[in-house]
């Protein structure tokens, strides 16, 4: 072979790889990434309680399913008074879940399948079982006795100030050791770190790097905008009304999203960077376009996907603000990928919370394709992909969630959205084999389940990985740009993915419980063709011939190329 074309096929063999690699370094861009409650997927050892192996065993799914990650909610070792969240030893596996050897096997036959792993992470507080805190309460004068939010209460003996914990009550705990208060956000058993601290973070970022040593991509951060508070420790203004536990309601402009939270947001980047393609996805209930915008950073310095729970918790089928929310994502974010999001281990199922009881079929798969189609990263919660519902315990003695208990019958708690994964139609719905389940596997799971869904090309399940099949192979549906269309229709969204060459894709979602009729004029959008070629509808007969003729049913949902 002539040495120039050596040379010629060198380079191409070295463009194409660093092409790869550039592109893998970015692979969360328009990714799926799959939640599992490690306690509710699969269990392994008949114990009742999901552990990592039975995650192992489900990857096929997964793969099945077409999701780029998983993240898996804590399985450190943990006293579990909130499942996980509360933490007592960051760089261990807690027995129940299994062993370092089944963490290391599970990530390595997730890569076999292509799917990443990331790890919660949960830095605003510890578990109070915590080495550092035992020897942060034990005196005001040990090594690590800055480690927490330590204050003196008032005179009078009361806490230092009403900062109500999210979980209810006082955030301020009184620890006789100390003869102070600490401070806690959640439950009293997870105490916060003072991430004003430098030997707090260096001690938290050694633990991320462990974790990224092991091969995990990432990282989602446990409520991260809540790592600081007020330092002079001001009275919260009280809101309106009373929240579950009836504490009066407070604005929490001094125990959340304070500024700090950034500098460590940079840092936080500038140690995942030290291993490339890693991701930091954030917990971030923000109310408003800008406040989630600047959790990107201002060089894009900081997380690469903060969630945008404004779309997916709206909880009203309203087209408009749904409308709304998507153009903000569009243009309020400069550029960057939002991170939508539906459906979480702490909130009620969509079914319970946009389901009218008639329509929740079609409205699961609207929401689905609300979720799938534009230009997001996605979040699917495991069991979403089946139409799963919240089943509240019905007896406070029942109740898992230490919240559930403290607020019932008003606040039952978050069990009736972490039950068992139903499999199949098998004992324990094919999660277990054990007697009883830690929380009881649902009631309809004979019928709503893995292996009766896959069975039935009309399931929801079949929806779900035809959608994300289409939005990995589709080149509009993966690379193409936003361009909203009728955008004052009051029900319809219809919106395109256009790429370069003019190619569209056009997605029209009906969020009225009447049929509409859509008419479009696409003149002003660059794109000529006006027929229509479906890919996927919610229903097999909705397939309009053209642009100017889509006639919807009632949260009917469609998605076609135009030629
Ligand atoms: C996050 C978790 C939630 C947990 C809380 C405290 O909101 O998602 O489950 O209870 O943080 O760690
Ligand atoms: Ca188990």
Request: aromatic share 10%.
């Amino acid at each position: 072979m002539p040495l120039a074309c050596v040379r010629t096929l060198f380079l191409i063999a070295v463009s194409a790889f660093s092409l790869n690699a550039a592109d893998d370094s970015n692979w969360w861009k328009h990714a799926v990434i799959y939640e599992i409650y490690p306690r509710s997927f699969g269990d392994s050892n008949g114990d009742g309680i999901g552990d990592l192996n039975g995650i192992t065993q489900h990857l096929d799914y997964l793969k099945e399913l077409g999701v780029d990650a998983i993240w898996l909610t804590p399985f450190y070792p943990s006293p579990q008074v909130d499942f996980g969240y509360d933490i007592s030893d960051y760089t261990a596996i807690d027995p129940e879940y299994g062993t370092m050897a089944d963490f290391d096997h599970m990530v390595a036959e997730a890569k076999k399948r292509g799917i990443r792993v990331i790890n919660d992470m949960v830095l605003n507080h510890t578990s109070d079982e915590h080495p550092w805190f035992k020897e942060s309460e034990s005196s005001r004068t040990n090594p690590k006795a800055d480690w927490y939010v330590w204050r003196d209460g008032k005179a009078n003996g009361q806490p230092p100030n009403n900062w109500v914990s999210i979980f209810g009550h006082s955030a301020w705990q009184f620890e006789d050791s100390r003869k102070q208060f600490y401070y806690h956000e959640f439950y009293k058993q997870q105490p916060d770190l003072n991430w004003r601290n430098p030997d707090v973070r260096k001690a938290m970022y050694d633990t991320l790097r462990f974790w990224m040593k092991k091969g995990v991509s990432g990282f989602r951060l446990d409520a991260i905008t809540m790592l600081f508070e007020d330092a002079n420790l001001r009275d919260e203004p009280y809101a309106e009304g009373t929240n579950m536990f009836g504490d009066r309601n407070v604005t929490r402009e001094y125990t959340d999203n304070l500024p700090e939270v950034h500098d460590v947001l940079k840092q936080l980047h500038e140690v995942t960077d030290e291993f490339p393609g890693r991701v930091l996805i954030g917990e971030t209930y923000l109310h408003t376009p800008e406040d989630l915008a600047k959790m990107y950073g201002a060089k894009n310095d900081e997380l690469q996907l903060p969630m945008d729970t404004q779309l997916g918790f709206l909880n009203k089928l309203s087209a408009p603000e749904f409308r709304s929310i998507l153009t903000d994502a569009e243009t309020k974010l400069h550029g960057n990928t939002p991170l939508f999001v539906f459906e979480n281990h702490d909130n009620k199922r969509l079914i319970d919370r946009y389901g009218d009881g008639v329509h929740n079929d079609a409205i699961a798969r609207l929401l689905a394709v609300l979720l799938l189609t534009p230009r997001d990263a996605a979040l699917i919660y495991e069991g979403q992909e089946l139409g799963v519902v919240d089943v509240d315990p019905k007896r406070v003695e029942d109740v898992k969630d230490p919240i559930g208990r403290l607020g019932w019958p008003k606040e039952k708690g978050r069990d009736g959205e972490r039950l068992p994964m139903p499999w199949n139609a098998d004992t324990d719905a094919g999660f277990s084999t054990a007697k009883s389940t830690w929380l009881p596997v649902s009631p309809d799971y004979k019928t709503v389940n893995v292996s009766v869904e896959n069975r039935n090309p009309n399931s929801l399940l079949s929806f779900y990985k035809a959608l994300i099949k289409l939005r990995k192979q589709d080149e509009q549906l993966r690379d193409g740009e936003f361009v909203g269309v009728d955008v004052d229709n009051p029900n319809v969204i219809s919106f395109l993915r256009k790429t370069k060459d003019g190619k569209a894709v056009l997605v029209s979602m009906n969020f009225s419980s009447a049929a509409q009729e859509v008419k479009l004029d696409l003149k002003s959008t660059g794109v000529s063709g006006t027929h229509l070629k479906k890919l996927l509808a919610s229903s097999a007969d909705l397939n309009p011939p053209d642009v100017g003729h889509i006639s919807l049913p009632p949260y009917g949902s469609y998605v076609g190329h135009i030629q």
